[in-house]
């Protein structure tokens, strides 16, 4: 069985750092491109960042200098360093691991950005 355990979300205050992690099982991690997505209220959900099995990074715009995608394939965890982080960084943060046909989700944590 497939799971994906995010975990690091918190409440935090602008200009803040959190780091999340995602712990995964049931797959061969290290072949799975991983991402983090997020879905504030009344939004779609969007792209934060993306690692794919050589290490290769992907940013959002809205992520580029301030976040960090990272992998340990050793541990089968992903992780996302959040710094300088905003309010408008508020929303459910999502761990997605995806490979040829098949698909998986995390069932996200949230992070809060507020004084």
């Known amino acids: 069985q497939v799971q994906l355990v995010e975990s690091g979300g918190g409440l935090v205050q602008p200009g803040g750092s959190l780091r999340l992690s995602c712990a995964a099982s049931?797959?061969?991690?290290?072949?799975?491109?991983m991402g983090w997505y997020r879905q504030a209220p009344g939004k779609q959900r969007e792209l934060v960042a993306t690692i794919n099995s050589a290490g290769r990074t992907n940013y959002a715009d809205s992520a580029k200098g301030r976040f960090t995608i990272s992998r340990d394939n050793a541990k089968s965890t992903m992780y996302l360093q959040m710094n300088t982080l905003k309010p408008e960084d508020t929303a459910v943060y999502y761990c997605?691991?995806?490979?040829?046909?098949?698909?998986?989700w995390g069932q996200g944590t949230q992070v809060t950005v507020s004084s």
């Open positions: 997605n691991a995806g490979a040829q046909y098949v698909d998986y």
């Open positions: 049931g797959i061969i991690f290290s072949i799975y491109a």
